[in-house]
């Protein structure tokens, strides 16, 4: 089993529309998580730490389910500019961090 | 404030040359990293310095070394280049391995015939 796994997509969608990204992890004593973006041959970027009460920033929301070792992305509104591959992102053993494959979204007018 | 810098940004050599990517980062950050990124396999670690004077192996270090020449830089290093190391490679920085975020630079997109 993979350490983190993701759904490679594409997801295609049209401006406004609501999107989400699922994540699981393999690692029951991971800590930290994550999601970054990366846009086409740009380097990852963070978009949002992943906290236990969940989060939220604007139109993005992030949630984590230690239970399930399972962690979302919602985004809402969706805009041109959110075209990317999302990567999910969690820690290992406190020293490195493990990356997803990526998720690639693409948001059409 | 110019973050974590990489040079060279392109790269082309042939199979046994020998080339050193150069990375440094002005954020003051304990940890720096090397990543490599193919096509449909993601990011992986190839080595990490948690701190100065340290190195560590990461996911896939065959055919690399790495030096933390100082806080500020770390290099890494193809010995005898292969064309299995054609790549993307992406070096990082963070100041706590375990929580924080991890900057990136540019990326140096290296193809060895």
């Known amino acids: 089993r993979k350490e983190v796994e993701q759904d490679p997509g594409p997801f295609n969608v049209p401006e406004g529309a609501t999107v989400a990204f699922n994540c699981t992890y393999s690692?029951?004593?991971?800590?930290?998580f994550f999601w970054y973006r990366q846009d086409c041959r740009k380097e990852p970027k963070l978009l949002m730490s992943v906290y236990s009460s969940g989060n939220e920033d604007g139109r993005f929301t992030a949630q984590l389910n230690r239970a399930s070792q399972y962690i979302s992305l919602l985004i809402r509104d969706s805009k041109l500019s959110d075209s990317a591959t999302y990567l999910c992102?969690?820690?290992?053993?406190?020293?490195?961090?493990?990356f997803g494959k990526g998720t690639t979204l693409s948001v059409s007018s | 404030n110019a973050g974590v810098t990489q040079t060279p940004k392109f790269q082309v050599l042939k199979t046994g040359q020998s080339m050193t990517l150069q990375c440094a980062q002005d954020m003051n950050h304990n940890s720096m990293y090397w990543y490599r990124q193919d096509p449909g396999m993601g990011l992986r670690l190839i080595y990490y310095?948690?701190?100065?004077?340290?190195?560590d192996k990461g996911e896939v270090p065959n055919g690399y070394n790495v030096s933390r020449l100082n806080k500020r830089e770390f290099s890494l290093r193809l010995e005898s280049a292969a064309p299995s190391q054609t790549s993307v490679y992406f070096c990082a920085s963070s100041d706590d391995p375990s929580t924080d975020t991890q900057y990136f630079g540019p990326g140096t997109r290296l193809t060895v015939l």
């Open positions: 690692n029951s004593a991971s800590q930290s």
């Open positions: 992102v969690v820690n290992q053993a406190g020293t490195a961090l493990i």
């Open positions: 310095s948690a701190s100065e004077g340290t190195t």
